[in-house]
């Protein structure tokens, strides 16, 4: 059965802090993987990743996948509060269906 | 906005109400979906439409319909449901490809069922 865990469900750190989450997976057909943010209601795309060892950047995120091992760590330095959200991965799995499992996100809580 | 919009943006029914969750998206893209999120839980896939047409239901109650007229338009209709219906329903829509590009989401439609 797929399934996409991610890791941990909630972390707090203080301002400043760099954080690393942990998305790992198990699916047929492995197509895509992508990290979302979701603040308030409608998650927003941060990252689609396709290939293994080749780091994606935005500003203080990052994120990296290892397609051998089944995972991929989404990073952010430096924290701010704004980046208080639930980080969500979601794996594609199939060609033409499009079909995505998303994991159950990690709470991130960012204190001044 | 994303360029998906859902609406209402927050719904109250009776469990004897019949009620519909519109979703419309002006990005033209050819797959739209219905995604349920409960508390604590992953986001649930409920349906999915291809090119307009329906490629998955995923054993979703009945009381659960879904309807989509053309690519850009997407409806949830619902009917008699339970407490434990209750949740963030979210729509989403991509261009299906020989990759997954990803989904947009659209801001969601909170319903509570009393």
């Known amino acids: 059965e797929d399934k996409v865990v991610q890791s941990p469900l909630s972390l707090v750190v203080h301002e400043g802090d760099t954080v690393t989450l942990n998305c790992s997976y198990e699916?047929?057909?492995?197509?895509?993987l992508l990290w979302y943010k979701q603040e308030k209601k409608a998650p927003t795309f941060l990252f689609m990743l396709?290939?293994?060892?080749i780091e994606k950047k935005s500003g203080r995120l990052s994120s990296i996948l290892d397609k051998k091992e089944l995972f991929s760590i989404l990073n952010i330095t430096a924290t701010q509060t704004g980046d208080s959200a639930v980080y969500l991965c979601a794996v594609g799995g199939s060609y033409n269906n499009n079909d995505m499992r998303f994991g159950a996100g990690t709470r991130l809580t960012v204190k001044p | 906005e994303t360029g998906v919009t859902q609406t209402p943006r927050h719904l109250v029914m009776g469990m004897t109400n019949k009620k519909s969750l519109k979703c419309e998206q002006h990005?033209?893209?050819?797959?739209m979906y219905w995604y349920k999120q409960s508390a604590k839980k992953p986001l649930e896939l409920m349906f999915v439409?291809?090119?307009?047409?329906?490629?998955e239901n995923n054993s979703v109650p009945s009381r659960f319909s879904p309807e989509c007229p053309n690519s850009s338009h997407l409806f949830l209709h619902l009917h008699t449901l339970q407490p434990e219906d209750s949740a963030l329903y979210l729509c989403?829509?991509?261009?299906?490809?020989?990759?997954?590009?990803?989904?947009?989401f659209g801001s969601g439609t909170r319903l509570t069922v009393v």
């Open positions: 396709t290939s293994s060892g």
């Open positions: 439409y291809s090119l307009e047409e329906r490629v």
């Open positions: 990005l033209g893209h050819n797959a």
């Open positions: 699916v047929t057909n492995f197509r895509s």
């Open positions: 989403a829509s991509s261009q299906v490809d020989e990759i997954n590009y990803g989904y947009t």
